[in-house]
């Protein structure tokens, strides 16, 4: 029996036929990898695993019951993974199926995000392509946030599998003819206004929608890990903006952590959101004031900053947000000035830790 180690987790390799013909062997052979063995992660890798009788899923359940924490199948093909299914395996182990691998040579681009670009895959399906500094687990990480926002009913995308193709790993969604609403603003500006209220309307839908329980992180906590990629930041800064995060009050309703005029599609009229990776509960401020800093006050400092990123000139992105911001604050005087009071004071956050995520995943601008 072949084994590994993989990023600090030790690998066995499952091959052929396990049957009771050959079950009390493998058992023991699996035995006596673990003799011995403290305190390590195990996973196995059924690339090469024909079948496995309920002799052989009994086998996996004692190295969970010994190890007293979970155990990884991965590479798991169609076949052998309808056996973990309809047993309910799947539901006491973490079964991965082998991963598609796919091709997006020729594919049309639909939109960029911060970590990758988002191609149309087939009629039924789109793809979007990590970049290369996107680890694995983020990325499941993306498709488990895109899956809990959809069942609380925020109109999104459903999340198939991920899949290996030329660049990393991508992750599959089914197709739907949209745009981008930045392209909607490029190619019919008369429309403008009236898309900027229609988009207040669905980002208040977004902020009134509850999360419940721990289903999504919270907001601060995936600040507080972007600040500490501040290197170049005295401290001084960074414990400011660790105040900051701190002032802002604690939500349960969902914020999206990155919601921009190409995270937003239209589809038959209606708006929806993708790019869940920034997912989580807690104050719209931390929307609000991203919004403010890509559309207005990142390009104070850095000209050209907004063509560049969604192909619309800076005049156009601050009308836009004039009258976005103030349909959603419903057109309240005194509600508007408090919150520019406020966004005068958050929008930093964005407006530094943006740059410093488009660094981190090599992705020079949305488009």
């Known amino acids: 029996m072949d084994t590994r180690m993989e990023n600090g987790e030790l690998v066995i390799e499952l091959s052929g036929r396990i049957d009771s013909n050959n079950i009390a062997r493998i058992e023991k052979e699996i ?3 673990l003799s011995g ?3 390590i992660n195990i996973a196995f890798d059924a690339l090469n695993l024909n079948y496995i009788s309920s002799a ?6 004692k190295v969970r019951k010994k190890l007293k924490k979970p155990v990884r199948i991965t590479n798991v093909s169609d076949e052998v993974f309808d056996i973990f299914d309809v047993t309910g395996f799947t539901q006491m182990l973490d079964v991965e199926r082998k991963m598609r691998t796919i091709s997006i040579r020729g594919c049309h681009k639909i939109s960029s995000a911060i970590n990758g670009e988002i191609f149309q895959l087939s ?14 687990e983020e990325i499941k990480k993306e498709r488990s946030y895109s899956q809990t926002a959809m069942i609380a009913g925020i109109p999104t995308l459903i999340p198939y599998d991920v899949v290996k193709c030329e660049s990393g790993y991508g992750l599959v969604f089914e197709k739907a003819e949209m745009h981008s609403l930045a392209y909607a603003i490029v190619h019919d500006p008369k429309r403008m206004p009236e898309l900027a209220e229609q988009f207040a309307d669905f980002v208040k839908e977004l902020h009134s929608t509850e999360i419940m329980g721990n289903t999504l992180p919270d907001i601060k906590d995936r600040y507080r890990e972007w600040i500490s990629m501040l290197k170049d930041e005295d401290d001084a800064k960074i414990a400011a903006f660790s ?7 604690d939500s349960d309703k969902y914020v999206h952590g990155d919601i921009n005029l190409n995270s937003v599609m239209i589809r038959d009229g209606e708006m929806l959101i993708l790019d869940m990776a920034g997912s989580a509960h807690g104050s719209s401020i931390f929307d609000l004031q991203g919004l403010f800093a890509s559309l207005v006050a990142i390009e104070r400092t850095d000209e050209g900053y907004c063509r560049r990123t969604y192909g619309v000139n800076s005049r156009v992105c601050i009308a836009f947000w004039n009258t976005f911001f103030k ?10 000035n408090a919150m520019n009071e406020l966004l005068s004071k958050y929008y930093v956050l964005k407006q530094r830790i943006l740059l410093k995520l488009e660094n981190k995943y090599s992705v020079s601008g949305r488009k």
């Open 327 to 336: 349909k959603y604050m419903n057109n309240k005087e005194q509600e508007i």
């Open 37 to 39: 063995l403290v305190d």
């Open 123 to 136: 009629e039924d399906e789109m793809i979007k392509v990590y970049g290369k500094d996107v680890s694995l």
């Open 56 to 61: 052989g899923l009994r086998v996996l359940l």
């Open 31 to 33: 035995m006596a990898e």
């Open 243 to 249: 105040t900051i995060i701190s002032s802002i009050p």
